[in-house]
């Protein structure tokens, strides 16, 4: 498997190639949105990290020429956590999926896995969960065939659950990743959202989804 790294911070881009040189995958690197589209001219790439803030062609116009010309290869996203509306463009230009920075190596590597699993399918437009599904153009939610409506934050919410299922959220974990803020142990607003939003997706269901794991967060349970 060849796979492109298009990064523009050397460090960064070195260290992340030798993460996954170690998983026995071919890597090359682009410094470059310019470099990186020149490269994927001429080489049949497996998947391409992207990172979007990049010199010479953004990540964003890069990922959008691509899917123009009707490249498939799958593209998973590097963003910080501070670009919240940066990822959701990269996702609704064809993104495959996307990664915070900074971010922990099981993950990255996880979603390479996935990735590649999936091949050059083409970008997922839909995270589903037992009956419920979540559409990442148009934003819509449904359960059992019935339209969910809901806040941006609870949204969000729901995205960064459907992207982890069966795996255990801490509080520190939602408010970083969904609110863009260190935890404060003082407040509630993390169980009064997560309430929220399991009154409309899991009241007057059959099957609860999200699950209280106490002392240390949430679970989402397919």
């Keep these: 498997m060849r796979l492109l790294v298009v990064e523009d911070e050397e460090k960064v881009a ?12 071919q890597v090359d690197i682009a410094p470059n949105g310019q470099s990186a589209l020149d490269q994927i001219d001429i080489v049949p790439y497996n998947l ?8 010479q062609k953004g990540g964003l116009e890069v990922l959008h020429l691509l ?6 290869v ?17 996702l609704d230009l064809g993104a495959d999926d996307y990664l915070v920075k900074p971010f922990a190596i099981v993950e990255l590597l996880a979603r390479v896995r996935a990735l590649l699993r999936r091949g050059g399918s083409g970008p997922t ?38 992207r982890n299922p069966g795996r255990v959220l801490s509080r520190s974990e939602i408010s970083e990743h969904v609110w863009n803020i260190h935890f404060d142990t003082a407040t509630n607003v993390i169980d009064v959202q997560v309430n929220y939003l399991r009154n409309k997706i899991d009241h007057n269901f059959n099957r609860p989804l999200i699950h209280t794991v106490r002392g240390i967060g949430y679970v989402l349970k397919p």
């Design 14 to 25: 070195r260290f992340v190639r030798r993460v996954l040189e170690k998983e026995r995958y």
């Design 48 to 55: 391409v990290i992207l990172d979007l803030t990049l010199p």
């Design 67 to 72: 899917r123009q010309q009707g490249n498939q």
């Design 74 to 90: 799958p593209i998973l996203i590097l963003t910080a956590r501070s670009e919240i509306r940066t990822r959701v463009r990269g």
């Design 125 to 162: 437009t839909l995270l589903t969960a037992d009956d419920l599904t979540l559409h990442l153009i148009s934003h819509e939610v449904y359960r059992a065939d019935q339209k969910i409506t809901l806040t941006n934050k609870e949204y969000a919410l729901l995205e960064y659950f459907l």
